[in-house]
């Protein structure tokens, strides 16, 4: 089995070095417009080798099984010559991947994913875009690559594979059934709840450095889950249909609005509350989960008709921060190549002159959440890799959430000579609701009740110091949650508090306007005097111009849609009505089916 498993062992190591030379290919070519230091490229190659180490271990997986194999019929098998069929297999996809990805990547900017395969079944839209020299050169570059990969696949090939005997045979096979479970872990990405995605890799402000580092093998395989005819399932009216269904619900601009701070830049916080909905607030009639929650909604800006977008938090963070929709079957966050394109109120208020950070207590990795923020400002994140070790095993999830409201308020209180913006993400009121205390027998309400204090905590300990003068709190729940009897037939369900407290609030206000958690982007903006016409789907609240009152939430393939006339809960699955309220649910449906289709094509074309 020794000579079985260093053959192995070599070619995992042999592949993951073409994947590290495919990268330095890759920057060489671009380094004349995407000019880097020596540091840089040891950056890119340390933090992309993560998603290298995990892919080559796909690469590997045939051969492993061939050498087990071996271990009882290596005589009768032409085990040599089905590797070699397998290496230029191999070598072929990884030559086409390689100089496809270097070569598309000054024409789209991003790393190669299924947008290629429409050019494959059109080839003329490749001819029409360069020279049939710059074709032939790619070419011959990809045979060489190809070449070069087979010979030293084949080269580091032993000639022949020892016969053992039937008690070594079966020691092998279970040595080898051993290794299947390190080779799990590895193309899982770990043992954490986070599974090995794009965005764990992203490390720079610089996208490009970024980009660099993502494996284009497994960018372009893990974009095959969300192909292009996906959007296309929204297709249910001609444009001059969808205009006229949804015309005047997204207005893009700020007039006469309400002036609901005292000052044009505050700082500005944004604490995104794990799954905080309705139902444990006095929304919901409830007053004593959520007492210090409540309080805040009566001394601030009290958004008392917010309903969120989504039901994940992968969906929900986006659409807070970038002010975009969300998808029964997609989630933004999860499409490097799309989100990306997102604007953000970190990005937005940077251009400003703001520091930008984020905090989160668990794996920033998950869902890609990571590539997402960098990507679309925030410039320094902190998570549970931050933490010590007992504080990122105090929970579950990660850094519950009393250590994680302390290194916020230190965030805050540190001194600084930029206006600043932190996004904050919750994590403990979420399942196993895995909590320090033990107030309620019912662990759900126990755990959101512990968030309730943490938050009451921070502020009351914030009130004290200076930087509370200059401060917007901005608290809203990422989702809400099915709980009590409540599900999404309920309009109880999707409605979410989205409260603004601080000294930067002016008075205490009540906002009885119908809106989504999407419309924070362009009602904080707007409110800070700041242009927010790249978001195209976020509504500025207090606006003169917000007439048409509308709010949409999308869960697995269903959506909810309100407005001044009623409401309607339709699922997708069986094209039917599962809930209403009002007179009007057929033409509610119909602007429901509208939205998804204007808001799918935005998505679809960026």
Not at 264 to 274: A, C, F, G, K, Y
Not at 345 to 358: F, K, N, P, Q, W
Not at 366 to 387: I, P
């Amino acid at each position: 089995m020794k000579e079985r498993l260093w053959y192995i062992i070599k070619v995992y190591l042999l592949t993951l070095l073409f994947f590290l030379a495919a990268k330095v290919c890759f920057m060489a070519y671009h380094s004349g417009e995407h000019p880097f230091a020596a540091g840089d490229l040891y950056d890119v190659l340390s933090h992309g080798l993560s998603l290298d180490l995990s892919t080559s271990i796909y690469i590997v997986i045939p051969l492993f099984l061939l050498a087990v194999a071996t271990l009882w019929t290596s005589r009768r098998l032409p085990w040599r010559t089905v590797a070699k069929v397998y290496y230029a297999f191999v070598a072929a996809v990884l030559a086409v991947t390689f100089v496809s990805d270097t070569s598309l990547y000054e024409f789209w900017g991003f790393k190669l994913n299924d947008s290629v395969l429409p050019y494959l079944a059109q080839p003329q839209g490749i001819t029409a875009s360069v020279t049939w020299w710059y074709l032939a050169l790619r070419l011959v570059a990809v045979a060489l690559a190809a070449w070069a990969i087979y010979r030293l696949y084949v080269w580091i090939t032993p000639s022949g594979m020892p016969s053992l005997s039937l008690k070594k045979a079966v020691a092998g096979t279970l040595a080898a059934l051993a290794m299947v479970p390190p080779m799990v872990i590895g193309i899982r990405g770990g043992v954490t709840d986070a599974t090995t995605n794009i965005g764990q890799v992203y490390f720079s402000q610089q996208q490009f450095l970024n980009h660099a580092a993502v494996n284009p093998l497994f960018c372009f395989i893990s974009s095959l889950e969300h192909g292009a005819d996906e959007y296309d399932i929204y297709n249910y009216y001609d444009e001059e249909q969808c205009r006229r269904l949804t015309e005047g619900i997204y207005t893009a601009t700020s007039e006469d609005g309400d002036t609901l701070l005292n000052s044009s830049r505050p700082n500005v916080v944004i604490i995104i509350m794990e799954g905080c909905g309705g139902v444990f607030t006095e929304i919901g009639g409830r007053t004593d989960i959520t007492p210090n929650l409540n309080r805040l909604a009566r001394e601030g800006v009290f958004f008392s008709r917010c309903y969120g977008n989504s039901w994940r938090t992968d969906r929900g963070t986006l659409c807070t921060l970038s002010g975009y929709p969300s998808f029964p079957n997609t989630s933004v966050m999860k499409m490097p190549d799309k989100s990306r394109t997102m604007p953000s109120v970190a990005a937005s208020l940077a251009r400003e002159g703001y520091d930008t950070e984020y905090l989160y207590g668990g794996d920033i990795n998950f869902t890609n959440m990571r590539g997402y923020l960098v990507a679309t400002g925030f410039a320094k994140l902190t998570s549970m890799d931050d933490y010590a070790k007992a504080e990122r095993e105090s929970a579950q999830w990660g850094v519950r959430d009393d250590i994680t409201f302390a290194t916020l308020y230190d965030m805050i209180t540190a001194k600084r000579s930029k206006p600043f913006i932190i996004g904050y993400s919750t994590l403990s009121s979420h399942e196993p609701w895995d909590v320090p205390q033990k107030v309620f027998d019912d662990e759900v309400l126990n755990s959101f009740n512990y968030l309730d204090k943490c938050l009451g905590n921070f502020i009351a300990r914030l009130r004290k110091t200076p930087e509370w003068n200059n401060l917007l709190l901005v608290l809203l729940p990422d989702h809400g949650i099915h709980y009590g009897g409540v599900d999404n037939t309920q309009m109880l369900f999707y409605h979410i508090p989205m409260i603004w407290t601080g000294g930067a609030v002016k008075k205490p206000a009540v906002i009885d306007r119908i809106c989504n958690q999407s419309d924070l982007p362009a009602t904080l903006l707007g409110q800070m005097g700041i242009a927010h016409d790249d978001y195209t789907f976020s509504r500025d609240v207090t606006s003169a111009a917000y007439t048409r009152h509308t709010a949409m939430n999308t869960y697995n393939n269903g959506f909810m849609l309100t407005d001044s006339t009623g409401y309607v809960v339709y699922d997708l699955d069986a094209n039917r009505i599962t809930a209403s309220g009002g007179n009007d649910a057929e033409r509610l449906v119909a602007t429901g089916k509208a939205i998804l289709q204007i808001t799918s094509n935005d998505l679809k074309n960026r």
